[in-house]
């Protein structure tokens, strides 16, 4: 299969489905990543085969060899995106064809194969339409799409594997703030680093999350929320959070984020807030941001708001700042009046209830 052709996937659906009363149950309160729909789409990759064997089956465990080579180099990359159901009863996605396209760059980067992205579009709208029963309708609420690819050849050797399966997996998600949008607070992390130069920052891949790991533990430890990054080389410019990007307003409305370096992930939701923030009349610039500066403009009243945006929290504000050397407030009000503008603008879109003028929305069905 080659870019271009279309993929069918074999359509084997589940023999003992979830009744729909237990489905409705489970819709309840389901959090985050912990309740499953009934389906999974999977997809064989081989060397001289191509990619072949496209599946939507039941939900299973996958048999796994212990000399799989992921599971000793972590060959391995993820993506992950929202599926919401529209006021009229279809289902949207939210530019879906650019998590396509960031999953080919961290292909890329991991020396992978690539996905072509009409099989990574197709993948998903079969997945959506045989588990459409369980995407949450309630306010908030989304089904959370998690597509990822791994080294499934069964080897030791340290070279790009040969074999890969490619899995998509749905989970439904509750609003994330339940009770209004409440502000994390950020441990500035000096010792360790998310992402150096020439490393895999910029790709999407479980490793980067197994080393923001600790670092992430240490700011629960010091009684924050979350751990944000400063750069592996100077440990001087703001990078982003552990898996959210991060944003700078100041008082003369100037909406500011770390510029992309390599050792950013470059966030669907980042790149869709500079547009909207440009689009509401804000001066926008992607620039480095010291972790000096940061302090020195919280202290001065210069810097309004900060917040970090990411698919699965969509905005959140940030309320305290703690660092080694002590404990400030991020910006002035929060959440501000521009960050609670801008998260709104773009949950209006997500939800088919704004005007679409760039053509994010992409209807499934
Ligand atoms: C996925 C991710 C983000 C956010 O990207 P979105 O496309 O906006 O969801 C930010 N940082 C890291 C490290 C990520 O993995």
Redesign the pocket.
């Known amino acids: 299969m080659s870019d271009g052709d279309i993929l069918a996937f074999d359509v084997h659906p589940h023999a003992h489905p979830t009744s729909p009363a237990e489905r409705a149950a489970r819709l309840v309160n389901p959090g985050f990543g912990k309740v499953f729909t009934d389906h999974m789409v999977t997809l064989r990759y081989a060397d001289g085969k191509g990619w072949h064997d496209g599946r939507v089956e039941a939900r299973a465990p996958i048999p796994m060899d212990p000399a799989s080579a992921v599971l000793h180099y972590a060959q391995e990359i993820f ?3 929202k599926a919401y159901a529209l006021p009229d009863g279809g289902v949207s996605l939210f530019r879906p064809e ?2 396509a396209r ?1 999953f080919q760059r961290s292909a890329d980067r991991l020396a992978m194969p690539r996905l072509p992205e009409q099989a990574f579009l197709d993948s998903i709208a079969a997945l959506v339409e045989i588990d459409r029963e369980w995407i949450p309708t309630a306010e908030g609420g989304s089904l959370y799409l998690r597509p990822f690819m791994f080294a499934s050849e069964v080897f030791l050797g340290v070279r790009p594997a040969q074999e890969y399966l490619y899995v998509l997996i749905a989970s439904p998600a509750g609003a994330y703030f339940s009770g209004g949008v409440k502000p994390v607070t950020l441990w500035v992390s000096e010792d360790y680093a ?1 992402a150096a130069p020439g490393g895999t ?1 910029a790709a ?1 891949c479980g490793g ?2 197994a080393a ?1 790991l600790a670092p992430q533990a240490a700011a629960i430890a010091q009684g924050c929320d979350q751990v944000v990054f400063l750069d592996a080389v100077e440990h001087r410019y703001v990078e ?6 991060v944003f700078f307003v100041y008082d003369d409305g100037t909406v500011v984020t770390p510029a992309l370096t390599g050792t ?9 807030i500079l547009t909207l923030a440009r689009r509401a009349g804000h001066e926008v610039r992607e620039r480095q941001v010291s972790f000096d500066e940061w302090r020195a403009d919280a202290a001065s009243g210069r810097l309004r708001e900060v917040f970090a ?4 929290a969509v905005v959140t504000p940030i309320g305290a700042v703690k660092w080694a050397g002590g404990e400030f407030r991020a910006g002035g009000a929060e959440p501000g009046p521009v960050t609670m503008a801008l998260r709104q603008s773009l949950l209006d879109l997500q939800r088919g209830v704004a005007p679409d003028p760039d053509g994010w929305v992409y209807r499934v069905r």
């Open positions: 993506e992950g995106l650019a998590n960031r998310r920052g999407k980067n999350y923001s982003e959070l552990g898996g959210m990007n950013i992930l470059e966030g669907i939701t980042r790149e869709s945006c990411g698919t699965a």
